[in-house]
Every structure is written in C-alpha cells, then in structure tokens.
C-alpha cells in the first residue's frame, strides 16, 4: 500500500490543491492531524465532501492529538477536505485522484 505525506499551512482565504493518484479497485484513506504553533488541535471539525456536487460525504472531529481520518474513498473523485479550528477559520484543501 503507498502512502503519501503532505503538509499544508494555508493562510486565511488561501486555497491548496493537491494531486493525489488512488490505484484503481484498492480502498484508500485518509487520515492526518490539525495542529497550530501551540501543537495538537483537539475537536476541530474536519468535513469531507465531493467537489462536483458539493455533498458531505463523511464528518468527524479532530481526538487529542488532533487526529482524524476518512474512507474508503472512490478513484478519479475530486474530493475537499474543509477544516475548522473551534475557534477559528475554515480551511480547504482540495484533494483529487
């Protein structure tokens, strides 16, 4: 199974947009943690949803070590990964195939 790593730091009202390739008829996830300067980011809410349609597919919040994690997740679906701080702004990352 491949696994790729990425660090995002987007500013407010900035948008990153990534490419990700997901082999065909494999299940793939994914998974990784908020966090800010101070470290961790416990109970961010963190939305995944279809770019064509603008549907939620899946919700979670951020554990302790601001972790979270989604899946399975379909090839050749362009995907955005919203995340907001308790107490802050929304941020977007775009995820694709």
């Known amino acids: 199974m491949r ?4 660090y995002i730091k987007p500013g407010p009202g900035e948008r990153d947009e990534t ?6 008829a494999q299940e793939a996830l994914i998974a990784g ?6 470290g ?12 064509e349609t603008g549907s939620l597919l899946q919700y979670t919040v951020t554990d302790a070590l601001g972790r979270f994690w ?3 997740l379909e090839p050749d679906t362009l995907y955005f990964l919203r995340v907001q701080k308790p ?3 929304v941020r977007i990352v775009e995820l694709s195939k």
């Open 3 to 6: 696994s790729y790593e990425f």
């Open 19 to 24: 490419a990700v390739p997901l082999p065909p």
């Open 33 to 38: 943690h908020v966090t800010e300067d101070r």
């Open 40 to 51: 961790p980011v416990e109970g961010a809410l963190v939305l995944l949803t279809d770019q």
């Open 70 to 72: 989604f899946g399975p």
């Open 87 to 89: 107490d802050g702004p």
